[in-house]
């Protein structure tokens, strides 16, 4: 196989599993800005306003608008070489991918095991009941759409203030982890963050973020100081040769 022009041949041996902690900066060089960033998608919104229930149920139609712009972008973005990379990573190791991101970029590039902690744009479940999940797609939501328990459907996305229903799955996989990998993450957004400290200390640890960050001083952290596309080539030349 070749991997990022790469060719390896795998050692026949039980594959180590990786886990991916990643955010919003592998999705930014597919196009898809934070809210942070000036000049994106969220400048112009309160935030508070359109990620949170209050917002909802203030101005639904400002918040649905929101998310249906949200939800164009995300399917008119393409999967970029760090998405393909993580999902090529797969025939080497067993690999889950932990995300913060409501996109679908990690499946679209090939990722098939996926936990979305935020939520997903193309999912929406019902304002009354939770588990009432449903694909959506790229189909704008408004009001008077109603799910199967005839109540109004709103985004599958965690808000402010909400419960992170994926969480404990999350803190269940982290300890399974041989290595852990984060990347376009600053470790910021709080549970999500808390993470890291779920995995054994025999783990191997490695972040790639372009900033400095509260993990570069510690030595059991190897860090590429790159955007996730340039770090994701360094660290797969990195695992094929340590660890094939």
Do not use: C
Request: aromatic content about 8%; overall charge negative.
């Amino acid at each position: 196989m070749i991997v990022l022009g790469l060719i390896f041949k795998p050692k026949m041996s039980e594959k180590k599993r990786i886990i991916f902690l990643t955010g919003a900066g592998v999705s930014a060089e597919s196009g898809l800005a934070t809210f942070r960033d000036s000049g994106g998608l969220w400048e112009g919104y309160d935030i508070n306003e359109v990620a949170s229930i209050e917002g909802f149920s203030r101005n639904p139609e400002l918040v649905l608008d929101f998310y249906n712009l949200r939800r164009k972008q995300a399917y008119s973005a393409k999967p970029n070489s760090a998405h393909i990379a993580i999902a090529a990573l797969e025939e080497y190791f067993e690999v889950t991918v932990i995300t913060q991101n409501v996109d679908d970029l990690h499946e679209r590039a090939g990722s098939t095991d996926v936990v979305h902690l935020h939520g997903e744009l193309g999912k929406v479940r019902s304002v009354l009941n939770d588990s009432t999940v449903e694909i959506w797609g790229n189909k704008d939501l408004n009001l008077g759409d109603v799910g199967f328990d005839g109540a109004q459907l709103r985004p599958h996305i965690v808000w402010f203030g909400e419960m992170v229903p994926m969480l404990e799955k999350a803190i269940e996989i982290m300890p399974r982890a041989d290595i852990l990998v984060v990347v376009g993450t600053s470790l910021q957004v709080y549970p999500a963050a808390s993470l890291i400290h779920y995995v054994n200390s025999s783990t191997d640890k490695y972040i790639i973020d372009p900033s400095n960050t509260e993990l570069k001083s510690d030595k059991k952290w190897i860090h590429f100081k790159e955007r996730a596309t340039i770090g994701m080539e360094k660290l797969t030349k990195d695992l094929i040769t340590n660890y094939v």
